[in-house]
């Protein structure tokens, strides 16, 4: 058996040094997870290949100080390009026949895929426990509302003869309804969903947000550009969820172009690797892509991880619960929604939808 072959073809990074920490064996997935190859590697220190911080550089340090291993579960390493990648650590010593420490061998796995799945986790947590408090609250609140909306109604038929007080009951009346509105999405948010997915035409879909949004867009000196594949199947969805969540989306990208700008929709079949086929019941369904992408703020990195929070919101009169909602609409489709955002540049939000059979 060769035994470096073996090494070699893991899927996992694996680097070993000898004892003055110099690189002596440096594996593909290593090339691949670092960004360097094997040959500009091997016979440099460690320290020099990495960031001198690194908690690779001193967990070698110290397994060839001391003989013993090593590990770490949440160690990230720094890459060249700029990026962070969340890694667990595993180091042990490499002994001489004469029990010398002859050096150490580290295993680095990447295990970003598997924090952005805590991650979607957590979120579905929230989610449910915000929702579950939301529907207790919306109910206790709606009773009394729809009281007070009787009531002054009442009071501004008494008032008909006195025109001065009109405006008072106006507003009441007008932050009564708005109080609802807010009700409503919260309730939205918490209420079990019952799908009723049929299949649909997702331009028509797209269509029809289009319609509903055609005045905000103008006001703000948006263009809406269509990208669609004439040759897209339909997808399987529930009409009127599927168009809150466009309607969400769109809304946003308008929301952050004030200045006018372009807002794309595009369609297509996925081909993406991780979601482009996925399990939604009975097997793997192929996924069509629906993108909205606009040219307006972007997100700032420090909001990206918190935009799915419900009640996440930058904007005055923000509930920040539309991507909340989206994400759970989203979810019980059994899809995926993607942002990538570049601040100052714009943001692209692809839901993946899987196509009727
Ligand atoms: N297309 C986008 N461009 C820039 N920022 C966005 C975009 N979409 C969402 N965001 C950011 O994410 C936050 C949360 O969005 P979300 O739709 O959940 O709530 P909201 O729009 O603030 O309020 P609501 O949708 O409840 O009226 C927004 O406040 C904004 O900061
Ligand atoms: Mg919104």
Redesign the pocket.
């Known amino acids: 058996m060769n035994y470096q072959a073996v090494l070699a073809s893991l899927p996992d990074a694996v680097i070993a040094v000898d004892a003055t920490l110099r690189v002596v064996f440096w594996n593909a997935a290593a090339e691949e997870l670092l960004g360097r190859s094997a040959r500009r590697s091997e016979g440099r220190l460690v320290k020099e290949l990495l960031p001198p911080n690194a908690s690779i550089v001193s967990r070698f340090a110290e397994t060839v100080a001391s003989g013993e291993g090593r590990s770490e579960a949440d160690a990230s390493v720094d890459l060249p390009d700029g990026r962070s990648v969340p890694v667990s650590l595993l180091t042990a010593p490499l002994f001489n026949r004469d029990g010398t420490v002859e050096g150490a061998i580290a295993v680095l796995r990447d295990v970003s895929r598997l924090r952005q799945l805590e991650a979607e986790v957590r979120r579905g947590e929230t989610l449910a426990a915000a929702g579950h408090m939301a529907v207790g609250v919306a109910h206790e609140i709606r009773n009394p509302l729809g009281a007070i909306r009787g009531a002054v109604q009442l009071l501004a038929r008494e008032l008909r003869g006195e025109p001065r007080f009109a405006e008072y009951t106006d507003v009441v009346l007008k932050e009564v309804d708005r109080v609802n509105r807010i009700i409503e999405?919260l309730l939205d948010l918490g209420r079990p969903v019952q799908l009723r997915p049929v299949p649909l035409n997702p331009h028509q879909l797209l269509e029809r947000v289009g319609l509903l949004t055609e005045a905000a867009a103008r006001e703000a000196g948006v263009t809406v550009i269509r990208r669609y594949d004439p040759s897209l199947p339909p997808i399987f969805g529930d009409e009127d969820r599927l168009l809150q969540v466009f309607h969400?989306?769109v809304?946003?990208?308008i929301?952050?172009m004030r200045a006018g700008g372009r807002l794309t929709l595009t369609t297509r079949v996925s081909m993406n690797p991780l979601y482009g086929k996925m399990d939604v019941g009975g097997g793997q369904r192929t996924m069509v892509e629906i993108q909205v992408s606009?040219e307006?703020?972007?997100?700032p990195a420090a909001?990206r991880a918190r935009?799915?929070d419900p009640f996440?919101?930058?904007?005055d009169?923000?509930?920040?619960?539309?991507?909340?909602i989206c994400h759970r609409i989203v979810e019980e489709h059994r899809g995926a929604i993607q942002i990538d955002?570049r601040e100052g540049h714009?943001?692209t939000?692809t839901c993946f939808l899987p196509i009727a059979r």
């Open positions: 999405s969400n989306l809304g946003n990208a929301e952050a606009d307006g703020t972007g997100i909001a935009v799915f996440f919101t930058t904007k009169t923000g509930l920040g619960l539309g991507l909340a955002s714009g943001t939000v």
